[in-house]
């Protein structure tokens, strides 16, 4: 990975760690969300559809951003096939739940929430970052040749 490709993606996973960290703290203290863009984050962060599990969504954001910076850590690390693949695997998954929760707020809520669409901007941007990194040729190493 180029200097700026690393660059841009911590940049982004920084984003959507701060902003999920940020729903995380309202939650845990209790309190309301400042929406700056649309008035909808209070609304969506109190539906049925914001725990899975009984846990709360921000916690999943947290722990998607911190498994993809350190994925994406040892993806510039040791740049081979294995980090890629990994890397590219949770940012789909990240990448589908991110359009099942924009889908609610959207058709189900009826009301969108500014920080849930900049973590969904992030895993989208995540996501495409990954495609053309797995897309580029790596080396191959020697144990990837044994096995």
Partial sequence: MTLKVKIFAFGVIIVG?????????????????DCFLFDGCNTIAQSPYSHVFGIPLPTFGVLFYVVMFLLVFFLTRYENILWKRLALLASVIGFIFSLYFVYLQGFVIQAFCIYCLISAIASTLIL???IFVNNKKTEITDYERKY
Avoid at 17 to 33: E, G, T, V
């Fill in 17 to 33: 760690l701060l902003d999920s960290f940020y729903l995380f703290y309202k939650y845990i203290n209790a309190n309301p969300i």
């Fill in 128 to 130: 495409c970052l990954l």
